[in-house]
Every structure is written in C-alpha cells, then in structure tokens.
C-alpha cells in the first residue's frame, strides 16, 4: 500500500520524484523518504506527509539525476524516520524503497545477523537490502543479478527500487504481487506503483507481471527478465490520462470533487454500453464469453470494503434480473476457507485499483479450480485486468480520495448493464421492464445532478448530528447494501462509530443502541416495502432516536415523523441505489470537515491494500 517513485536520466531527479510522491500519498501517508545519487548517497527520511519530508529537506543537497522516493504505510514497524524508506545496505552503497511484505524476513534477519549484518530498523525491508548487499559479496554480481538472487529466496509480495552508490548508471526494480510500472521517456526512465507520478512526463508504460525484474541505464537503454532470468519482450502501452484529473480542480478536497463529478463518471461508465432508443444494451467484456456466462450454474462476486458493498447489489440485480444464482464473498475469507469452486462457476472481482491483494489471492485460487475469472476494476494494466480472462473497466477516472465514492457508482453503473444484458440473453425479463430500466438508466446523471444541488441542506444536517458518537443506517432490499456503505463512508472518514443493518433486523439487537443521542439514517426509498420503512422509523422515534430519512420527492408520510429528509428523484428499484448512496457521501463528507477530519487521508487506512 505504500506508494513508490524514482527516476534516472539528465534532469535533476529531487523534483521529479517530490512532485510524484505528493501524487502517490494517498497510497501511504505515514512517512516519507527519499535517495539521490551524485557521486555520493544522500538519504533523507522523515515520519509525517510528504510535506514533513520536504521542510526537512529545505537547504539540504539535493542534487542529482538519479534518486527513489518512498510514501509510506506502516506494516513491520511503527511510523517513525528510521522505519521510512529509502533504507541503506550496512556499507551504505545501496538504498531500496519496497511495497509489500516479506513473510519470512526474521529467518532472513538470523541468516543475516550471523554473517555480521547490523540492522537499525523494525522493518522486512531492511532486511532485503541487506540481503542484495551480501549476494552482491559473496558472488562479486552486479546489482540486477544480486537483487534476481536475493528475491529467490524472499517470501511474500513486493515492489521494489534499488539502487548502487558505485554503478550510478543503473536502476533495478522488481515486482510480485505488488505493482511496479515503467515509464519510458527520452533517455529517461521512470519507476513508479503507477501511472500518477509518470503522466507528467511520458505516457509510454510497461507494466511488469509478477516475478519480472527490469533494468533501466542512463544510455537509454532497458531490459525485462524473470527471476529465472530468462529475457521478456514486454508491450509498451499508451495511456490515457490528462493531469488535470489528478488535480482538486477548485475542490476543497479530492472527496468533495469526486462526489461531484458523479454525472460525468457515471455517463462515462454507460458510454457505448446502452442505447434506450434502439433498445440495447452490450458489456463488451461479457460477449467473448457470453455462452459461458449465461448459463453459469453460479456467479460467485468477490471483493473487498467498498467494492464488496457494490457486489451485494450485483447479487440482487444479477438474481432479480437475470435469474442466476449469486454468492458474495469477502475476497479475504473466500482465499482462506476450502470454497467449493466449480468449472461451471463464474467469478467476478470487483476492485478500484485491480491490485487488491486478497482480491488477486482469491482469483488465483478459482483459476486453478477452473472457473473463468471476470474482472470489473478502474485502472487500466492492473493485475486483476491482466490476470482475469476478461472484464470491464469502469472508466471512473482517477480517484485519489481514500473512501470511494465515484468509483462505487460506476461499478454499479457496470453490474447494473451486465445483469440487464444477461437478463436479456436468458430471456428472464420482459420486454417491457427491459426497456423501462433502459430508459431509466440514461435518466440517471440528471438525477444525480439533482440531488448535489442540495448540498447545503446536506450540511445543515451534518452540523445537527456532527457530534454524535455512533450512528445506525437502515436499508431494505437494493438499499441494505447502501447502509452499509454508508454506515463505512462515515466511520473512514470522520471517526464516527456506525453500523448497517437490514431494517427488519433492528429489532434483534440495534435498537437497544437507540437513545436522543443517536442518529438513526433510514433510507426509505423502497416503494415495494415503504409501510414497512415506515413502521421502522416509528419504531426509532418512540425511543427518541434521531431520524435522517432518505425519501422519494413529494414524499409526505415520512417527512411528518423523521428529523430531517433528504429528497431523491424517484426511479425503478432495482437503480435506486446509485442514487440513494449520493446524500450519504456528501453527509459523511460534510461530518468530517466540520470534526476536523482529514477527508482525503483519513488515519490508518490507503487508497490501494496491495497487502495482506
């Protein structure tokens, strides 16, 4: 989850690799580091953002046309300037930055310690560069052949950057189970976990597999092998990213311009997909192997925090619509229990990043037992993209806030047009309901728009409840899952305690919880069971809980006994939840900022878990 960056060619690498650690914080922001070659190794690290990192550096030598930089989170030692990458080899010649874990770092630490290697961190990665230094020794190798032989013998997922204080001229990186891309500029090269910090600069990229280790030499020239080193002829791909989407445009935070963006990401997600007028729609990922998904005895969808809340909702729309059996599986726990996965099966994981570690783990399992793998994931070159045997891209754009918001809504933007498209190759739905969820769909960024105009209503009620302790969100049917997405958005980022429930089930324990000081969010859009919604609400009130109820436009019933109501356009049912999710994001948004909250970089989490 930490976020890497370095560069070799004629410029002065110190401001490349800044400007591109700030574009990788949201991968880790428990400290910083960074190391630059100029005839000598100067390593500067410090514990804090990357801000922290700079004022340290202010009046130090930073020059330099070769250097690594490091953002990090925390895993094998607590956040502090001797536990921040770059870390130096016991001579001082090498310095690496890495992502990842090294399972097996303490047998290494021993092996080590018993040649006569001091260590001065907490970390696995020291123990690495200590370990590329000792094969370096021994066998007198250059540095790409000592880092193939010390990544033989490591267990467990990285990336990693490594440098020599005494071949200047030279960059090693490496990957497994942790991205690394290579951008390829003139007479320069660039290393990076992805795209953000290279886009600048070129938009040529090589993305590495697994266990391949690059080589990159200030005379332009670069070479791919594996760890068995035999040589790679990897594809340089073009992408397509503008800078601009990397900014806050205007935006007080990431968060708050990628709620907003929501009109345009989500049309973006239909684009080429639907057309209501001629009647159709087409998933293109689906049609190589639309026979075998159509008559798939089960869909298992796996996935993880947000994306997990946008496969319950897969499950209702692909069950409902397209009548086939669906489970929902944490990625974390489907990897380590003994599933029954069949070859009739389908899996489909769902991932913002495509580098979710458990996600990858839990996709490689089913592979071997068989199952075609389906991938729906936003960053294009990814490891699920690359590993699945096809997919979708969802075409958010870069999201850079840590809690996903505008990613979400495309992910169901893209279920929502898969079950519709299996629907209709089965023949499971009518004619007519086919073509009024058409319909619907197009109708969708419009409506969206129209709920962020009511945006400071939103935050007048963040101000009425900012202060509470717990929060309890309640869902039927479509909108359970949105509870629970809401109920998580609150507590990433403002520290709030909250809880989702399906709302029948409060009555099973939640609501001993309910007293005047608790905000109770009742999302009581569902017109198949609104009398029930409504019982619930009640049942709220005669405990003097507050209600925040998420209503229909001209709803009258509820807005006589809930606190506050946010009004949505009124939909079909089974779309409801892409707009329902909006209010909720804009009232965590709000209760952050008003608590103080950093909304963009909330405490102990990162943007990408590249680990386990």
Known sequence: MCGIVAYIGNQQAYPIIIEGLRRLEYRGYDSAGIALLNGDLHTYKKKGKVQDLENFIDNKNISGTAGIGH???????KPDDINAHPHVSGSGDLALVHNGIIENYSQLKEALSELGHKFESETDTEILVHLIEEYQKQDNLPLEKAVQKALKKAIGAYAIVVFDRKDPNKIVGARKSSPLVLGIGADEFFLASDATPIIKFTNKVIYLNDEEIVTVNRNGSYEVVNID???????????DLKIEELEKGGYDHFMLKEIHQQPK?????????????????????MQDHIS???????????????????????EYLFEDLARIPVEVEYASELRYRNPIIRESDVIIALSQSGETADTLAALELAKKKGALLYGIVNNVGSSIARLTDSGSYIHAGPEIGVASTKAFTSQLVVLTLMALNLGKERGTISESTYRQLLFAMEQIPSKVEQILQQDEKIKYIAGEIKNSQNALYLGRGYNFPIALEGALKLK?????????????????????????????????????????????????????????AIV????????????????????????SPLLSVIPLQLLSYHIAVMRGCNVDQPRNLAKSVTVE
């Open 71 to 77: 953002t990090r989170w925390a895993t094998h030692g």
């Open 229 to 239: 080193n035999q040589v790679q002829s990897p594809k340089v791909q073009e992408i």
């Open 265 to 285: 990401t989500i049309l973006e997600s239909m684009r080429g997909r639907i057309n209501a007028d001629q009647g159709w729609v087409t998933v293109g990922g």
């Open 292 to 314: 075998r998904i159509k008559n798939a005895d089960r869909i298992i969808f796996a996935a993880c925090g947000t994306s997990w809340h946008a496969a319950m909702i897969g």
């Open 492 to 548: 990433e980022i403002s520290y709030i305690h909250a809880e989702g429930y399906p709302a029948a089930e409060m009555k099973h324990g939640p609501i001993a919880l309910i007293d005047m000081y608790m905000p109770v969010v009742v999302i009581a859009t569902n017109q198949s069971a609104y009398e029930k919604i409504v019982s619930n609400i009640q049942e709220v009130k005669a405990r003097k809980g507050i209600v925040i």
């Open 552 to 575: 229909l436009e001209g709803d009258v019933e509820i807005k006589k006994i809930a606190d506050f109501t946010i009004e949505i356009p009124e939909t079909l049912e089974p779309l």
